[in-house]
C-alpha cells in the first residue's frame, strides 16, 4: 500500500529566501513516481515538478527543486528565492496504480 | 482559456436536491478523474474514466453518480447528499489513465465547492 506524510502542517518565509517542504513516502513498488503540486486561493491544482524513482539526478523546474533521498524515502521540495505569490498549499503525490496525496502544507511568504 | 474546465465554481445544495458538476477537458486527454478534497483530508480518488469507460469506483456511495459522455466532458450527480459530502471536488485529466505510466501528470481545474445543507 501506499503512503505519504507530510509532516508540516504550515510554514513560513521571508520574500527572497528558499524553503524546503518536507515529504516521506512509502510504496512497495519499485517503479513509482513523485509529484509535488501547489493549489492557491483560487482552488486549482497547478503541478510543479515531478521525479522518477530511477532518475538519477533531482528534478528542478525553474525554482524548485526535488531533494530525492531514494534510501531514505523522502521527496522535499526546494522553492528558491521565495516569491509572495507562492503563498499557497503545496501537496506531495506518489503514484503508483493510483496517485496518491499527502494533506499538504501551507506555505505563507510574507515581505 | 484553461486546460481543464469545471462548472459551477459554488454550489449550495439540500439534503433532497439533485444537481450536477461539470467538468470539460481541453487538452486532448483520454482519462479523466473526480477527486474530492474535505478539509485538512489528503485528495480522495472517487472516479477514474479512460476512454469513455470507467475504469475505477473507489466504493463511493451511490448518491454520487459519475458520467463521461465523451473523453472531454465528465459530469458527477448529485442526489440526496448529507452535510458531510461539502467539499471541494476536483476534475482533473491524464494523457493515459495512471496506473500505465509512473510519470502520468494530471491536470486538475479549479473545482467545484460544494457546500450541503
Known amino acids: 500500500a501506499q503512503k505519504i506524510t507530510q509532516t508540516q502542517p504550515g510554514m513560513f518565509v521571508q520574500e527572497k529566501e528558499a524553503v524546503t517542504l518536507d515529504c516521506t513516502y512509502d510504496?512497495?513498488?519499485?517503479?513509482?513516481?513523485l509529484f509535488w503540486y501547489k493549489q492557491p486561493s483560487s482552488g486549482e491544482m497547478i503541478f510543479l515538478i515531478y521525479?522518477?524513482?530511477?532518475?538519477?539526478q533531482n528534478a528542478t523546474e525553474g525554482r524548485y527543486s526535488l531533494n530525492f533521498q531514494k534510501a531514505r524515502k523522502s521527496a522535499n521540495l526546494v522553492i528558491s528565492a521565495s516569491q509572495l505569490g507562492d503563498s499557497a498549499m503545496y501537496f506531495c503525490?506518489?503514484?503508483?496504480?493510483?496517485?496518491?496525496f499527502g494533506t499538504g502544507t501551507r506555505l505563507q511568504v510574507f515581505p | 482559456e484553461t486546460g481543464v474546465t469545471q462548472t459551477p465554481r459554488h454550489l449550495v445544495m439540500g439534503m433532497t436536491n439533485k444537481k450536477s458538476l461539470k467538468c470539460e477537458q481541453h487538452l486532448g486527454h483520454n482519462a479523466m478523474y473526480w477527486y474530492k478534497q474535505s478539509a485538512k483530508k489528503p485528495l480522495e480518488l472517487m472516479f477514474v474514466y479512460s476512454l469513455e469507460e470507467r475504469v475505477e469506483n473507489n466504493s463511493v456511495p451511490s448518491r454520487f453518480s459519475p458520467e463521461c459522455p465523451n473523453s472531454s466532458h465528465l459530469f458527477l450527480h448529485l442526489h440526496t447528499l448529507q452535510p458531510e459530502d461539502s467539499a471541494l471536488y476536483l476534475c482533473?485529466?491524464?494523457?493515459?489513465?495512471?496506473?500505465?505510466?509512473?510519470?502520468?501528470?494530471?491536470?486538475f481545474g479549479s473545482g467545484t465547492q460544494l457546500s450541503v445543507l
Open positions: 521525479q522518477g524513482s530511477y532518475d538519477q
Open positions: 503525490a506518489t503514484l503508483t496504480d493510483k496517485l496518491i
Open positions: 510504496t512497495s513498488d519499485p517503479s513509482y513516481g
Open positions: 482533473a485529466s491524464s494523457q493515459g489513465r495512471t496506473g500505465t505510466r509512473s510519470n502520468e501528470k494530471l491536470f
